[in-house]
């Protein structure tokens, strides 16, 4: 069955410090990798995706991630993290584009407290 | 920027009343998903929509809960009777057949008193 874990439900960094996020999925196929981040009271945005090709993704707001399929991780990074990045970040993987079926399957989330 | 629109944003109501949610998916959107978050956990599907024609509707509780897209655009949630473990934020997403990203509304947060 696809699943994704999220192992750290809550992690606090100071301002300034570098953040991983981590996210590992089980999946029969080759996943599509999504990054979403909610804000209080908000919706989901995505932060990035990965399909194919180049294994370092990079996306809005300063994120990048990287796929290792070896490791069924898909960890989300920021080398210097803001106020406010302060958030709930979700990991999801689905989708298959190529039958226009798939469902995206989020982890629990893992909340974001940014220290001054 | 075209976003999903959803309404209410806020909903209370009492158990064993009905309610009902909408959604108007991104303009040329084929694929309609509605998701319920409870707090503290990730999004799960309730019900995906291809057009006006369910995909997946295997973890909707049937026996209160019933989702339309009669003409393949905007969509309908409703729960019937609600019950105190309904409360929860439920997100429309949306996405187009062939696309890869799906779009999410801001969602509406439903407390049963």
């Known amino acids: 069955a696809q699943s994704v874990t999220q192992p750290d439900i809550h992690i606090t960094v100071s301002e300034g410090a570098s953040l991983e996020l981590r996210c590992n999925y089980s999946?029969?196929?080759?996943?599509?990798l999504f990054w979403y981040v909610q804000s209080p009271g908000q919706g989901l945005q995505l932060l990035l995706k990965?399909?194919?090709?180049?294994?370092l993704v990079q996306g809005i707001k300063g994120f990048e991630a990287e796929f290792k399929r070896s490791q069924s991780s898909f960890n989300l990074r920021k080398p210097s993290v803001h106020w406010s990045d302060a958030a709930e970040y979700f990991c999801?993987?689905?989708?298959?584009?190529?039958?226009?079926?798939?469902?995206?399957?989020f982890g629990q989330g893992t909340t974001l407290q940014v220290k001054p | 920027e075209a976003e999903v629109a959803q309404s209410p944003r806020y909903k209370i109501t009492e158990k064993s009343q009905a309610v009902a949610f909408w959604c108007d998916p991104i303009?040329?959107?084929?694929?309609l998903y509605w998701y319920r978050q409870i707090l503290g956990q990730g999004p799960e599907l309730l019900v995906q929509?291809?057009?006006?024609?369910?995909?997946?509707d295997s973890q909707l509780p049937k026996d209160r809960f019933s989702a339309e897209r009669l003409k393949g655009v905007d969509s309908t949630l409703k729960i019937q009777p609600a019950e105190l473990g309904d409360s929860a934020v439920y997100l429309c997403?949306?996405?187009?057949?062939?696309?890869?990203?799906?779009?999410f509304g801001q969602g509406t947060r439903l407390t049963v008193v």
């Open positions: 990965y399909f194919s090709g180049d294994t």
């Open positions: 999946y029969g196929a080759t996943p599509y």
């Open positions: 929509f291809q057009d006006e024609s369910v995909v997946d």
């Open positions: 997403a949306s996405r187009r057949a062939s696309g890869t990203e799906a779009f």
């Open positions: 999801a993987v689905g989708f298959d584009g190529s039958s226009n079926t798939g469902k995206l399957i």
């Open positions: 303009s040329g959107h084929a694929t």
